[in-house]
């Protein structure tokens, strides 16, 4: 069992870069998948990006793809979202989700993942 803290959020212009963190906390990290979502105001949490426990497989939502670029360092207990060319619409709250799951496959559901952290905010100004 872990607590996820999220951190690294803030406001940037369109265009920029961001970089948030998950750190884990209370147990092992290394055997937990984990991913990022994101919800802004009036809409449903949805998919950002998800890593498997040994990071050697990656998935992204289609309106992140080749602009985010998920990671993690599990001696470190932490996950990563590197951010890039922000635009307006990813303004929302990030979210970090993690499941203890020892499979090397990638998981896009809410409903998959049980540990959630708190969130941190994302303003992209244009």
């Known amino acids: 069992q872990v607590q996820l803290v999220e951190s690294g959020g803030g406001l940037v212009q369109a265009g920029g870069s961001l970089r948030l963190s998950c750190a884990a906390s209370?147990?092992?990290?290394?055997?937990?998948?984990s991913a990022w979502f994101r919800q802004s105001p009036g809409k449903e949490r949805e998919f950002v990006a998800a890593?498997?426990?040994?990071?050697?497989?990656?998935f992204y939502a289609d309106s992140v793809k080749g602009r985010f670029t998920i990671s993690r360092v599990n001696a470190k207990n932490t996950v990563y979202l590197q951010m890039n060319s922000l635009k307006p619409e990813d303004t929302a709250v990030y979210y970090c989700?993690?499941?203890?799951?020892?499979?090397?496959?990638?998981?896009?559901?809410?409903?998959?993942?049980?540990?959630w952290g708190q969130g941190t905010q994302v303003t992209v100004s244009s």
């Open positions: 209370g147990g092992t990290f290394s055997t937990y998948a």
């Open positions: 989700a993690a499941r203890n799951w020892l499979i090397g496959q990638v998981e896009t559901s809410r409903a998959f993942y049980d540990y």
């Open positions: 890593i498997s426990w040994s990071g050697d497989n990656t």
